[in-house]
């Protein structure tokens, strides 16, 4: 208690300018621990919300019923968010008819390229804040510290005699910025290279979905269909047997 007593009555014996670096720093604290609290929350969501879907996606279920689903919940986020892009620019696009295959899965990748550049968008906001705060705290620290040390020195100007007593508290209120830098820092950082490494991971598997699900899309875009008429049953299975038809959205429902 004492030792906390000690450091508010620093900062507020400080000098305006080292104040004013303090101020900046719990500021930029207080805005990085907010970002990694909100940020720890959707990464974990999202995660779980992979696992899901692909746990769905994967049963061998019509994926039409499963994209009619996503759709009426509205506002699919994370791989449903992919698939919905995808699977409907697929329907779409087969509806039309007269479409060559390749045109068909290349549509449909495209669709969900933009659905997954949303996505990652979405799970980087504010990472870059985070960043920033990790990279400048400490020199803005330095700076504050800089500061209050050459404050301390150019008082001994006006005394007779320098000791360490006379600048030993400009010299500590100084350093004080150089502990709240850190302070702010290092949580920083140590958020910012975890939270990128699980967008990275996030990505891969989205990648690895896109993949997957274009080799399903590929296998039914190449049995050709009247043109007009709806698509068919699709199913993550090596065949559409035993499902029953089920027509699709077409164009009506297209972001």
């Given at each position: 208690m004492n030792g906390q007593l000690s450091i508010i009555?620093?900062?507020i014996q400080a000098s305006i300018p080292v104040q004013i670096v303090i101020g900046l720093l719990l500021l930029a604290s207080l805005t990085s621990w907010?970002?990694?609290f909100r940020k720890r929350l959707l990464l974990g969501r999202a995660a779980r919300e992979a696992d899901q879907f692909e746990s769905n996606f994967w049963s061998g279920g019509d994926l039409a019923q499963l994209y009619r689903a996503i759709e009426s919940h509205g506002g699919a986020t994370g791989m449903a968010s992919i698939f919905e892009f995808?699977?409907?620019e697929f329907a779409r696009q087969r509806q039309q008819g007269s479409i060559p295959a390749d045109q068909l899965l290349e549509g449909a990748r495209r669709a969900m390229r933009v659905a997954q550049l949303k996505e990652i968008d979405r799970l980087e906001h504010n990472l870059a804040t985070l960043a920033t705060v990790g990279s400048t705290s400490p020199y803005v620290g330095l700076f504050g510290t800089v500061w209050g040390i050459m404050t301390a020195f150019s008082s001994l100007g006006?005394?007779?005699?320098?000791?360490l007593?006379?600048?030993a508290p400009g010299i500590s209120e100084a350093l004080v910025t150089t502990a709240i830098g850190l302070f702010a820092a290092i949580p920083a950082v140590?958020?910012?290279n975890r939270f990128a490494d699980q967008v990275n991971r996030l990505e891969g598997r989205f990648d690895a979905f896109m993949e997957e699900f274009s080799t399903i899309l590929q296998r039914h875009a190449t049995r050709g269909a009247p043109a007009a008429s709806p698509v068919g049953p699709v199913t993550t299975g090596a065949s559409a047997g035993g499902a029953s038809a089920v027509g699709v959205p077409g164009t009506a429902g297209a972001r």
């Open positions: 009555r620093l900062v907010a970002i990694i995808g699977f409907r006006d005394v007779q005699q320098a000791t007593a006379s600048v140590v958020a910012y």
